[in-house]
């Protein structure tokens, strides 16, 4: 992929997406977004123009709408898609789980049609780390079986699957498939960060909330896990290295490889508490926290083996729990109400 290409970015106002944008622009890409803002806001896309000063088009659409796609990929000249586009809380996946398969498994499916229509065959989709299931063995390694244990990480596992079968049908598909581990943190600018619009599901938006005052304390769920202290082990990483680790993808692509799953992760894994005492020394504050039972499907301990990562898309994680935490708290503190600060 040459980095003057342009780029369809599905859900690039989302968390991981604006990141990615900023790095893709930094690189020479052009872009053209596609959210229908379900989990985000158009102003996540003027404070990356802000960050680059650079205009991302915008088109608020959902993909699962073919037309609008056609549309798309008619009226601009574009080489490959990131696929970000996707819900991801997983009790609302277990309660909901036709909507999930809807917009993520369908408009997946809808997207690599549109692709297919308009010969379009390079994709980065983004997958998780949520695949493996309950490892028997760490670190994980791609070629680790495969199991979801919630309708979420069914959906991704499915699309890896047709993505494998799409591949099959006709190699000129190029396909990575990134299982990302924990990604935390924030663009260094504070500009841009995680905004849950409810209460946060996941660990380092719950501690920032607590930290920021909108949350009176942590429940860090188990003490009883055979771990460091006993609680929950997870791969972190850092989303401005995510990020870099799509502009790699892309340019791997261009070698033609067919479809590949690459883990995105630090190889190195934190117990709640020690996430928990570094995001204390960024904010500089004592954050209140109490131990409650197990969260039901919880796994003990996770993280990556990021060797062919490495290897092959010649990326590596580089920026450690400090920097997460700093990061994170800078975007936290700068915008206590997140986008509607
Ligand atoms: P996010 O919710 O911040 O971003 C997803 C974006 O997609 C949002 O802007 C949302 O409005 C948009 N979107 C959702 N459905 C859409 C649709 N049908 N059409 C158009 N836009 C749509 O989430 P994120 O954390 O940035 O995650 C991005 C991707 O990475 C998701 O596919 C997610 O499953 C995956 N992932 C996330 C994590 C994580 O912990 N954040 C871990 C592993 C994988
Ligand atoms: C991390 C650790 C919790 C919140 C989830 C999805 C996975 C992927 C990433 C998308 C665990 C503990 C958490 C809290 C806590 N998403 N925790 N108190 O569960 O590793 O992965 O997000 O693909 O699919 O399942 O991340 O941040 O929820 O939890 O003690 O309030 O923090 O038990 O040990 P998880 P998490």
């Given at each position: 992929m040459?980095?003057?290409a342009r780029v369809l970015v599905t859900g690039g106002?989302?968390?991981i997406g604006?990141?990615t944008?900023?790095?893709l622009?930094?690189?020479?890409y052009?872009l053209l977004v596609l ?28 993909i ?5 796609l056609?549309?798309l990929f008619?009226?601009h000249?574009i080489d490959a898609v990131i696929h970000f586009a996707g ?17 993520n498994v369908?408009g997946t499916v809808t997207l690599c049609q549109a692709m297919q229509r308009a010969g379009v065959f390079n994709l980065v989709f983004s997958s998780s ?26 959906s991704k596992?499915i699309i890896e699957e047709i993505l494998g079968d799409l591949y099959t049908s006709d190699p000129r598909w190029n396909v990575a498939l990134l299982r990302y ?64 680790g799509h502009v790699r993808a892309l340019a791997w692509l261009q070698q033609g490889l067919g479809i590949k799953a690459f883990?995105l ?48 898309l ?28």
């Amino acid at each position: 992929m040459q980095s003057t290409a342009r780029v369809l970015v599905t859900g690039g106002a989302g968390y991981i997406g604006t990141h990615t944008c900023i790095q893709l622009l930094s690189a020479g890409y052009q872009l053209l977004v596609l959210d229908n803002f379900s989990n985000s806001s158009p102003e996540a896309l003027h404070r990356v123009q802000a960050i680059t000063g650079i205009e991302v088009p915008g088109i608020e659409g959902d993909i699962n709408d073919a037309a609008l796609l056609d549309r798309l990929f008619e009226q601009h000249a574009i080489d490959a898609v990131i696929h970000f586009a996707g819900l991801k809380a997983v009790g609302e996946s277990v309660a909901q789980p036709l909507r999930y398969y809807h917009n993520n498994v369908s408009g997946t499916v809808t997207l690599c049609q549109a692709m297919q229509r308009a010969g379009v065959f390079n994709l980065v989709f983004s997958s998780s780390a949520t695949v493996y299931g309950d490892p028997a063995t760490l670190p994980i390694r791609e070629d680790f079986p495969t199991s979801a244990t919630n309708p979420y990480g069914r959906s991704k596992l499915i699309i890896e699957e047709i993505l494998g079968d799409l591949y099959t049908s006709d190699p000129r598909w190029n396909v990575a498939l990134l299982r990302y581990f924990n990604p935390v943190g924030a663009h260094p600018s504070g500009l841009i960060g995680e905004d849950p619009s409810d209460i946060p599901n996941n660990l380092m938006p719950y501690i920032a909330q607590v930290a920021v005052g909108r949350r009176e304390r942590l429940s860090v769920f188990g003490s009883d896990y055979p771990t460091v202290d006993g609680t929950g082990v997870r791969d972190y990483i850092h989303v401005m290295d995510l990020a870099d680790g799509h502009v790699r993808a892309l340019a791997w692509l261009q070698q033609g490889l067919g479809i590949k799953a690459f883990n995105l992760g630090t190889g190195r894994g934190y117990s709640v508490l020690e996430m928990l005492k570094a995001f204390e020394q960024a904010c500089g504050k004592t954050l209140a926290y109490e131990l409650v039972a197990r969260r039901p499907g919880d796994v003990a301990s996770c993280y990556a083996d990021p060797t062919l990562a490495e290897q092959e898309l010649g990326w590596k994680a580089t920026l450690g729990i400090e920097a997460m935490c700093a990061d994170g708290w800078r975007w936290q503190s700068q915008n206590p109400e997140g986008y509607r600060s």
